[in-house]
């Protein structure tokens, strides 16, 4: 029986996990700023139309 | 008070001090921040060099033949499993005990980096298993131990998840995580303990290690490389968490802010 199957599908599980784990956070970092800037801008629109003079 | 004393105590109050600052999470973003791509680079550097020698330079097994070369993921991996929970049980009784939120998040951050740990050796441990003792699996007490490992990890994952508040999820999970603590030793002990197909144990930290050098060398690099890679994830997941949490913060504004302009 050839062991080199074995060997090549225990390494590729380790590389495929370990890349996930190290993609993961810095995904989930741009999500959480991306998340954040934009709710920043809503509240800067927000405070900008409250702040424009009702014309007569 | 003699100079040596003074210098100890010096060392001791900064380091104190540096505890302390590192508690706060703004200052825990920037250092880990900084500490990412050294700690990233390094864990591959050492891996590089640990593959290299247990891939190319170490020679196969007398008994197992190449199948041998799983171990050089396998074991590290399964060390790694066991750390990764003892620090996320450490973290979470530090946080459950002093209320420190960033204790909490890191006890968090640990669970899904000991969880991938537990999965690869689960996998590799399979996939050793089938060209050496003929089977992928067996209810055997080592491997049915390290299953119960994976399902606690994944149990402190959902508890965290499953509460709205993150720091009510996170003393519950953290529970949990020293509840789960009981399963270490039955892990460890398992292959003394019972009867297991799984070998006893072939490295000992006081000596008497039953394996060569030539596989030896390679298979703590591996070691070091895995400890290294724990601590750049751990500390790249607390960050998100930072992040998340400290959301209203000023700081945090301002960094999304600078972020969106670069």
């Given amino acids: ?56 | 008070v003699r100079g040596g004393d003074q210098v100890e105590c010096f060392l001791m109050n900064a380091l104190t001090l540096w505890f302390h600052k590192l508690g706060s999470p703004p200052y825990f973003y920037r250092f880990a921040g900084r500490l990412l791509p050294w700690l990233y680079g390094a864990s591959l550097a050492i891996a590089a060099v640990g593959l290299w020698l247990g891939l190319v330079r170490a020679p196969a097994d007398y008994l197992q033949g190449e199948s041998v070369r799983i171990m050089y993921i396998h074991v590290p991996c399964a060390w790694m499993s066991l750390f990764a929970y003892i620090a996320m049980a450490v973290a979470g009784f530090v946080g459950l005990v002093w209320h420190i939120k960033l204790s909490e998040l890191v006890a968090m951050a640990c669970a899904p980096v000991g969880a991938a740990f537990t999965f690869v050796t689960l996998v590799s441990g399979s996939l050793w298993g089938r060209p050496t003792w003929g089977t992928y699996w067996v209810w055997d007490a080592r491997l049915t131990s390290e299953l119960v490992l994976l399902f606690l990890y994944f149990g402190v994952m959902g508890l965290y998840r499953a509460f709205d508040d993150p720091r009510r999820g996170a003393r519950a999970a953290s529970l949990l995580a020293l509840i789960g603590i009981v399963n270490l030793p039955i892990v460890h002990y398992s292959v003394v303990w019972w009867n297991t197909l799984h070998q006893g144990q072939s490295v000992s930290l006081m000596g008497g290690s039953t394996i060569d050098t030539s596989m030896l060398v390679p298979l703590l690099l591996m070691a070091a490389a895995t400890h290294v890679w724990f601590f750049a994830s751990v500390f790249a997941r607390a960050r998100v968490a930072v992040l998340e949490q400290e959301a209203g913060k000023d700081w945090v504004r301002e960094l999304a802010r600078a972020e969106a302009a670069a």
């Fill in chain 1, 1 to 56: 029986m050839s062991h080199t199957p074995f060997i090549v599908a225990a390494y590729a599980v380790f590389a495929v996990v370990f890349l996930a784990d190290a993609i993961a956070p810095w995904l989930a970092r741009r999500r959480v700023l991306s998340q954040l800037h934009s709710r920043l801008a809503r509240e800067q629109r927000r405070r900008n139309e409250a702040e424009v003079p009702e014309t007569p």
